[in-house]
């Protein structure tokens, strides 16, 4: 899949149908790893972790029968770049009703790139309390990472350019946005 | 790395009173503010947000829930904090404003808390120092996280603030509060009502966006919320009232007084109380008091004060 030369504009990496199945794919790996999704807590990274997480949530309570309960974090001011940067992004809220606590959690985003958000999550669920493990799902793994940091689950691997940049846009962010994972040139209208 | 609606520009660099801020930078205040609250309900309740970044809270005047809520704000965003309290300090041996904080600017602080008992102070700070400055208070001018917080509690309680009828009552003259929050409400869209003795009343207050009254219970009728001053008895030397008995018959928010305003309507006071004089015990205590969730906002209002003044250069990129 993975375009050696990509062409000018944008290039669609994954479509509806594609995202389907990798998530049917992961829903049920992540049951087969975990013998089953009775100790699992799923947490998506703000924002399109969120959605990923709630698709997953969906497919894994139907194969099991069971209600696997569901979290949101925000990494924000868990950033490494946050006070390099002036323009602060906005804050949002961290929410995991469930807890952690001896848990296994999946950490669920829709892009693994430098593995700096990865870090900052981790960070962020320590201080939440002590999970029993972290897993990590993706749908697209791009590549360049800048910190030893793997996922467990990975969608779609894609090699890329460092100027180039992945973006997974999902129904639920509105817009009339189709499901899709496109790369294209940083700078250039996404 | 993507938020739900993209980088936030708070285009300033100290937060010296309301008069500066727009509505929108008000309006981020709040949704920052909003997030970090959640924060303190954590078991661990610190972020790294602010970690390695040096705030001097610089106090001339005594303060203890303004000083103590920054304090706390500032260690739950890991910030190192250092209290400077005028009355432990070289100001007493007489040192100028100035030269105290050449000596403090020294030590290479990123942000200065500062009360003050002179209006204007803070923005003589920022004409000398690099660092960040926000007003605790400056003598009877500007007290923006007050305000700030108030207008967060209103929100919280009430889910909006425009159309809403708040009448702030008591010493308007002196009070610094007073002036930030109408300031701050007339600019979020409330209609705001002052109401005290025409000796606490300052002329020229209507220009703020403010409607005067000589009448408690004419101002409180139908009010959405009610926001009791601090009668400063210190200043009762210069015969503003005559005796603190009247002015709790005239002045005191009772419950008689209370049924003026809407049913569903809420008090607030910014501390600390002086119980029986402006504020009747019982409805400090009350179900529509929230003193005291105005104190746990305090906290959160101060984090995300903090977090946007946090400087930096350059872009939000990914």
Not at chain 1, 47 to 69: H, M, N, S, Y
Request: proline fraction near 4%; charged fraction near 25%.
């Amino acid at each position: 899949m993975p375009a050696k030369t990509p062409p000018p504009g944008r290039l669609k990496i994954l479509d509806a149908k594609d995202i389907d199945r990798i998530l049917t794919r992961i829903a049920h790996e992540i049951i087969e790893r975990n013998s089953g999704a009775g100790n699992i807590v799923l947490v998506g990274i703000r924002t399109g972790g969120i959605f990923l997480a709630r698709r997953l949530k969906a497919r894994i309570d139907a194969v099991e029968g069971t209600d696997v309960p569901m979290g949101v974090i925000d990494i924000t001011l868990y950033r490494d770049d946050i006070l390099t940067r002036h323009k602060k992004p906005l804050v949002g809220k961290t929410v995991i009703d469930a807890g952690i606590e001896d848990r296994t959690v999946v950490l669920v985003d829709d892009v693994l790139f430098t593995g700096r958000t990865i870090r900052a999550a981790l960070d962020a669920l320590m201080d939440f309390g002590r999970p029993a493990r972290i897993q990590v799902a993706v749908l697209v793994d791009r590549g360049r990472r800048e910190l030893p940091i793997h996922a467990d689950f990975v969608g779609r691997t894609v090699v890329t350019a460092p100027d180039e940049q992945v973006e997974v846009w999902l129904t639920e962010m509105g817009k009339k946005l189709r499901d899709q994972a496109v790369v294209f040139k940083k700078g250039s209208a996404g | 790395m993507k938020t739900d609606k993209g980088p936030a520009t708070f285009g300033h660099k100290h937060l010296l009173g309301i008069e500066q801020l727009a509505a929108e930078d008000i309006t981020l205040i709040m949704e920052t503010a909003d997030s970090f609250k959640e924060i303190s309900t954590r078991t661990i309740k610190k972020v790294p947000a602010l970690r390695g970044k040096t705030v001097i809270n610089l106090f001339y005047e005594p303060s203890t829930r303004t000083r103590t809520s920054f304090e706390i704000a500032e260690k739950r965003l890991s910030a190192d904090s250092i209290n400077i309290a005028v009355s432990t300090s070289a100001v007493v041996k007489g040192e100028s404003l100035k030269d105290t904080v050449k000596t403090l600017m020294a030590m290479q602080p990123d942000i200065i808390v500062m009360r003050h008992q002179n209006g204007g102070a803070p923005h003589f700070l920022t004409q000398i120092v690099d660092a960040s400055v926000i007003n605790a208070g400056d003598g009877i001018h500007e007290h923006p996280t007050q305000a700030l917080l108030d207008l967060f509690t209103i929100i919280e309680k009430k889910q909006a603030v425009k159309g809403l009828v708040v009448t702030i009552a008591g010493d308007i003259a002196h009070s610094r509060v007073a002036r930030s929050n109408i300031l701050c409400l007339a600019k979020m869209g409330a209609t705001v009502r002052v109401a005290g003795p025409p000796t606490m009343i300052p002329a020229g207050i209507q220009k703020m966006g403010a409607r005067v009254f000589h009448r408690f219970e004419e101002a409180c009728q139908d009010a959405d919320v009610v926001m009791m001053l601090r009668l400063q008895t210190e200043r009762q030397a210069e015969g503003l009232f005559s005796t603190l008995r009247e002015y709790n018959r005239l002045w005191g928010l009772s419950a008689r007084m209370l049924r003026y305003a809407k049913k569903d309507a809420i008090v607030m006071h910014p501390g600390p109380m002086n119980r029986g004089v402006e504020i009747d015990p019982e409805i400090a205590d009350g179900s529509r008091s929230v003193i005291l969730d105005q104190v746990e906002n305090g906290i959160a209002v101060r984090m995300a004060v903090l977090y946007l003044l946090s400087g930096g250069t350059g872009d939000i990129t990914e």
